[in-house]
C-alpha cells in the first residue's frame, strides 16, 4: 500500500479543521459529560466505517448518475444541523456536575451514539471525502483492492476515534469550567449553536464537484 504516512497526515489535516463534528462533540461534552461525549464519538466513527464501506462500493458515483439524491442527503443533514444548533441555543444553563453525571447515566446511549451517526452520515460531503481520498492510496498490485479499503477504512476510523476522544475530553474540561460562570455558558451555548447553524446553512449550497 503505497504511501501511508501521506494517508495519515491528510487525515490528521482534515481532524484539526473546525467542523461540525468537532463542535457537536465539544457541546456535548460541556452539556452531557464524558460518557454521552464519547458516545457521540463513537456514532461519529460509525458513520465514516458507513461512508468507506459505500465509497469501496462505488455508490458515490450515484450521486453523479441521480444529483437529487445528493441533494436530498444534504438538505437532510442541513435540517439535522439546524435543529441540533437550535436545540443548543436553547438550552438552559448547566447543573451542578454531580448532578449532570447521573442524567446522563439514566439515559440510554444510543442517543448520544445517533447524534453521532446521524451528524456525519447526513453529510455528503463525507463520503465524497472518502469516495475521493482512498482511491489515491490504493494500489492495484497491492493485493486486493477491497482488503485495501478496509485497511485504509479501518485507519481513517481510528485516527478519527482518537481525535474525537481528545476534542469530548476538551468539552467535559469546558463545561467544568464554564459552570463558574453562567454568562460564559450563555456565551458558549451562542457561540456554538449559532456554528451549528451556520454549517447547515453552508451545507444546504454544497454543490458536487
Known amino acids: 500500500m503505497a504511501e501511508l504516512w501521506l494517508f495519515l497526515m491528510a487525515l490528521m489535516v482534515v481532524y484539526v479543521l473546525p467542523g461540525p463534528d468537532m463542535i457537536l462533540l465539544l457541546q456535548t461534552g460541556a452539556r452531557q459529560g464524558r460518557g454521552a461525549a464519547l458516545a457521540t464519538a463513537v456514532g461519529l466513527g460509525i458513520a465514516r466505517g458507513c461512508h468507506v464501506a459505500l465509497a469501496a462500493l462505488g455508490l458515490s458515483a450515484l450521486f453523479k448518475t441521480a444529483p437529487w439524491t445528493f441533494d436530498v442527503v444534504r438538505l ?64 492495484p498490485q497491492g493485493g486486493p483492492v477491497l482488503g485495501q479499503f478496509a485497511t485504509l477504512g479501518v485507519v481513517l476510523v481510528g485516527v478519527g476515534l482518537l481525535f474525537d476522544s481528545t476534542y469530548a475530553l476538551v468539552g467535559v474540561a469546558l463545561g467544568r469550567w464554564l459552570q463558574r460562570s453562567p454568562s460564559a455558558q450563555r456565551v458558549q451555548q451562542w457561540l456554538f449553536g449559532s456554528l451549528l447553524i451556520g454549517f447547515a446553512v453552508r451545507l444546504t449550497f454544497v454543490q458536487q464537484s
Request: charged residues 15%; contains cysteine; glycine residues 6%.
Open 76 to 139: 437532510a443533514g442541513a435540517a439535522y444541523l439546524l435543529w441540533i444548533g437550535f436545540q443548543c441555543l436553547r438550552s438552559t444553563l448547566l447543573p451542578s456536575f454531580e448532578n449532570a453525571t447521573v442524567e446522563v447515566g439514566k439515559r440510554r446511549w444510543y442517543q448520544a451514539i445517533r447524534r453521532g451517526l446521524l451528524t456525519n452520515l447526513l453529510n455528503p460531503k463525507a463520503l465524497l471525502f472518502c469516495s475521493v481520498l482512498l482511491p489515491q492510496f490504493i494500489d
